[in-house]
Structures are given as structure tokens and as C-alpha cells.
């Protein structure tokens, strides 16, 4: 019996120091049934070169060639032109184990519509020695209303909204959704949708997608007023959540404060951002009620009793704790 394809989708932008390293990584899958998806969204490096040139080794190799759009538009150029049953997401700086593939498709059972990868994160190629010796651990199963609770919750990076390290059933995707383009935080602006729509979710403890972490990351960068947008996507996401689980409602709310202060801690210190920073502040005082006491991020907890104090001692607070985490 033939495998089921599974497309893997890698946006390529300016990363020639690693992308050989990467798609290596993929084409030394177990699971062989690939196509291999490589974006090449316009890159002004030899980036492009590199895919055309794995393109000419391995037949599994698809190369698209795209104007610059950004992240987004990379990855949905990906889904609209994939052929596989199965889609998994790969950024073109990080590294996948060999069983990587193999391991989700064993848990993407006939009622199972998205499986969750726990990363390892690393810095140095020296990190990853002993990385491929890992054990097989039991997975978790989720129906949806249980699998957004754990997304909402934050828990590390045990289930993260980040398009790397899940492995989707295709028709999850369907026409409509997809990454919105030109706004940092894609992600989350879709994760939550996706979850929604599968009837399980698995999620596997053992550390298979290894995630690089650089300093010119999105999540290294100084405030642009770009990174706004996840204020957009944090109100978007409460009011789609509040309609179809409103028994979600706590679980919500803390996430929404999470991105609101994500912004607040970031926010340059001039008089341009008051109007902001008091926005901010009473968002977290329109969804703190009950917070205090639930089961929800330590971080969150701290933002929800600096606003107790009033708004100048929340900001001054939240101010002061960026600090002293730098």
C-alpha cells in the first residue's frame, strides 16, 4: 500500500548559512513520502540558487520562485500549490529529526486532524549532539474545546501557535483559511481557527522540530510598530472564541492580556504611546475579573494584580519588570 504524502512547506527568505542544513534535515526523513515545498519568497541571497539546485538532485523537490511578500504569503503560496493529503511547516533556519515525520504520521489516526510537536530549542549546532536519542513518550489526546484550553494557556512551548511543528490534515485549510499577510503574529491569528476545526488533536512530548533561536528572530526584535497587529489578532481571536466556546471565557481573557502586555512591555518611553499604554491598561482591567485565582500563566497573574493599583502604578509596574527581566 503506497504512503500518504505529507507536503513540507519551507518558507525561504535570506538564510543561506542554514538552508542547506535545513533542507537536509527534511530529505533525511524516515518517512519518505515527501514533496518538499521550497518558497523561495524573493530572496536576495543565493538562496534561490540553492533550492533550484536540490530541485535538480531530488525529485521530491518542488521550488517556487515569488516576489517578496513576507512570511504569510510564503507559506500560504505553499498550501494553495501542495498536492499532499498532509501539510507540515517548516522555517527554513531550523532542523527536524529524522523521525520527525514518521513519528506524527504514526499518531494521525482516522479521527485525528492535527499533531503537536514539542520543540527543542537551540542556539549551536553543538546543542543538537546528543538530540537524536530520544524516548518515546505517551502522547496526550485533545478533542478541540480541551486542545484551545491548552493552547490558551501557555504552558511553555508544550503547545505553542506557531505554524512549525504540527503536522495538519489538508483539509483543515480548505479555501478560506489561511496566514494573514503583512502582520507580525500570523500564527496566533491562525493556530486557534485550525484547532477548531479538528475533530483531535495528539500531541507528542518527545522534542522533534528544533527550533534555532537568533538574535535577528522576530521574537529578538526591538518595539515596530508593526508588532501592533497582535492587538488586532489578540480582539479578533476573543470575539471568534467567545462566540463558539464561551465556556473558554477565563482561558480566553488571559491570553488576550498576555498579547496586550506583550506590547506594553515593548512600548518606547515618549508621550507617543500614553494613549496606548492606557488602552492597554484598561483592557486588562475590562478582563482581569476571576484571573487571580485560575489556572493560567504566572505572568499573566503578575499583570492582572498590578492592575489593582490603579493605571499609573500598573504601567509603572509592568515598566519595571521588563527591566529587571532585560
Known amino acids: ?5 505529507v507536503s513540507v512547506i519551507v518558507p525561504v527568505y535570506n538564510v543561506e548559512k542554514y538552508l542547506v ?16 515545498m521550497l518558497v523561495d519568497d524573493g530572496s536576495p541571497d543565493n538562496c ?4 533550484d539546485e536540490y530541485a535538480q538532485k531530488d525529485s521530491r523537490i518542488r521550488v517556487i520562485h515569488k516576489k517578496n511578500g513576507g512570511l504569510s504569503d510564503a507559506r500560504n503560496a505553499g498550501i494553495d500549490a501542495c ?9 527554513s533556519d531550523d532542523l527536524i529529526n529524522p523521525k520527525y515525520i514518521s ?8 479521527d485525528v486532524d492535527m499533531v503537536v510537536c514539542t520543540p527543542l530549542l537551540f542556539s549551536d549546532n553543538r546543542e543538537l549532539a546528543h538530540a537524536d536519542a530520544v524516548t518515546v513518550k505517551l502522547p496526550d489526546t485533545f478533542c478541540k474545546g ?21 503536522l495538519y490534515r489538508r483539509k483543515l485549510f480548505g479555501d478560506d483559511l489561511r496566514f ?27 522534542p522533534l522540530y528544533y527550533y534555532r533561536q537568533r538574535p535577528t528572530s522576530q521574537l529578538n526584535q526591538q518595539f515596530d510598530e508593526r508588532m501592533l497587529s497582535i492587538l488586532e489578532i489578540a480582539d479578533e481571536m476573543q470575539e471568534y472564541l467567545a462566540r463558539e466556546h464561551p465556556e473558554l471565557k477565563k482561558s480566553i481573557h488571559s491570553r488576550v492580556i498576555s498579547a496586550y502586555c506583550h506590547i506594553l512591555i515593548r512600548l518606547p518611553e515618549n508621550h507617543k504611546w500614553d494613549m496606548m499604554k492606557r488602552r492597554i491598561y484598561l483592557k486588562v482591567k475590562e478582563l482581569r475579573q476571576g484571573l487571580l485565582f485560575y489556572n493560567c500563566r504566572a505572568a499573566n497573574k503578575i499583570a492582572v494584580l498590578c492592575s489593582y493599583g490603579g493605571e499609573k502604578l500598573f504601567i509603572s509596574l509592568m515598566k519595571w519588570l521588563r527591566i529587571c527581566n532585560k
Open 1 to 5: 500500500m503506497e504512503k500518504r504524502i
Open 21 to 36: 542544513q535545513c533542507i537536509e534535515s527534511i530529505r533525511n526523513q524516515v518517512y519518505s513520502s515527501l514533496e518538499i
Open 48 to 51: 534561490g540558487v540553492i533550492c
Open 83 to 91: 498536492t499532499g493529503a498532509y501539510i507540515t511547516c517548516v522555517d
Open 103 to 110: 513519528r506524527m504520521m504514526e499518531l494521525m489516526t482516522v
Open 146 to 166: 480541551e486542545a484551545l484550553r491548552e493552547l490558551l494557556r501557555q504552558d511553555g512551548y508544550n503547545f505553542e501557535p506557531s505554524a512549525w511543528g504540527k
Open 180 to 206: 494573514p499577510v503583512g502582520k507580525f503574529y500570523e500564527d496566533l491569528a491562525l493556530t486557534y481557527r485550525l484547532v477548531d476545526r479538528a475533530r483531535k488533536i495528539v500531541r507528542i512530548k518527545e
